[in-house]
């Protein structure tokens, strides 16, 4: 697919980060876009924007409220998005959406890890499931899963547990590699990408408590405080006598540096993916860290999970994650 002028495209999770990047950019280039996110707020800060960049005349952006986990909902989008945007087909599928979260298998809740697991696989197998019908009826398409460095490499430091995120990207890859030859043999006119970022200038983190909690407040609840506190206390920190606004502060200064001091902006990733998008490539690695990670993980996977090599890694590509 060498153009997106004309096409239709749907991005799970566009309410902010590559989501809304990738929202942007499409449009700008003519292709109709319908989103979805758990945040009608941040799905109009995006429309805000996009109309700011000058939307192309006739170019349709429709936005709608749906958690990717959910198929009912999944499947109420579809409907409301082939209604508004008047159309029975859809050329590009983005699978972008994901949280973070229930790191730990012993000190973190069923409940957080499910729903990480969920939203990072789920949203992906329930998005492709759902708009399949739609694809199908288009003359070309292609499906865009977004996996992670963590779809090849389960950890984000010696120190960190990141079990569902990990394990629910995966997932993703092995299901979008698996893909490369279903849609071959079945529907050749949909070609597949896992596009697996390295750290990007995300709001993650700060999305990911939200959606976890339940709440839309930037500050920690009294549940969440001792959440941090027993992570810390797992990971050989003792935060039991650190006052409830320093733990609050701390947090906030996590996702404002995941945010802003990124090696990547979400725009930047949003233009690799499109490209490689363009270039038909099914495998997209986003970032320098991401390609330098690649390369070690292969170079020695039985080294991937040890502390000297986090550190060694981290030294060489900047990064101030993890630990």
């Not at 449009?27 to 000058?54: F, H």
């Not at 409220?65 to 087909?89: H, N």
Request: charged share 20%.
């Amino acid at each position: 697919m060498k153009d997106f002028a004309g096409k239709t495209a749907v991005i799970t999770g566009g309410g902010t980060g590559m989501g809304r990047e990738l929202a942007r950019q499409l449009v700008a280039e003519g292709c109709n876009v319908a989103m979805c996110d758990v945040s009608a707020k941040a799905m109009g800060e995006t429309v805000r924007l996009i109309e700011a960049d000058g939307k192309p005349q006739g170019t349709k952006v429709t936005t709608h409220i749906a958690d990717v986990s959910i198929e009912a909902q999944l499947i109420a989008f579809r409907d409301e998005m082939a209604q508004q945007q008047q159309t029975d087909r859809i050329h590009l599928l983005f699978n972008n959406a994901g949280i973070a979260g229930g790191g730990s298998m012993v000190t973190d809740s069923r409940a957080a890890w499910e729903k990480t697991f969920n939203v990072c696989w789920g949203g992906v197998y329930l998005g492709v499931r759902t708009f399949l019908p739609m694809l199908m009826a288009a003359d070309e398409g292609h499906i865009v899963n977004t996996s992670s460095v963590n779809g090849f490499w389960a950890t984000v430091g010696p120190n960190t547990s990141h079990t569902a995120y990990a394990a629910a990207k995966f997932a993703v890859k092995g299901f979008t590699e698996a893909l490369v030859t279903d849609l071959r043999l079945t529907a050749p006119h949909i070609k597949c990408s896992v596009v697996m970022p390295g750290h990007i200038g995300t709001s993650i983190i700060a999305n990911s408590r939200k959606v976890q909690g339940g709440t839309d407040s930037d500050e920690l609840s009294a549940e969440e405080l001792a959440q941090a506190r027993a992570r810390a206390a797992a990971a050989g920190r003792d935060l039991s006598q650190v006052p409830d606004d320093a733990i609050r502060a701390i947090s906030a200064e996590a996702a404002r540096s995941f945010l802003e001091d990124a090696p990547m902006t979400a725009a930047a990733a949003a233009k690799v993916i499109l490209d490689g998008v363009k270039a038909e490539r099914w495998r997209i690695l986003v970032g320098e860290d991401a390609e330098v990670l690649d390369q070690w993980v292969r170079k020695d996977p039985e080294l991937a999970y040890e502390p000297q090599f986090f550190s060694d890694f981290s030294q060489q590509v900047g990064w101030k994650l993890g630990g």
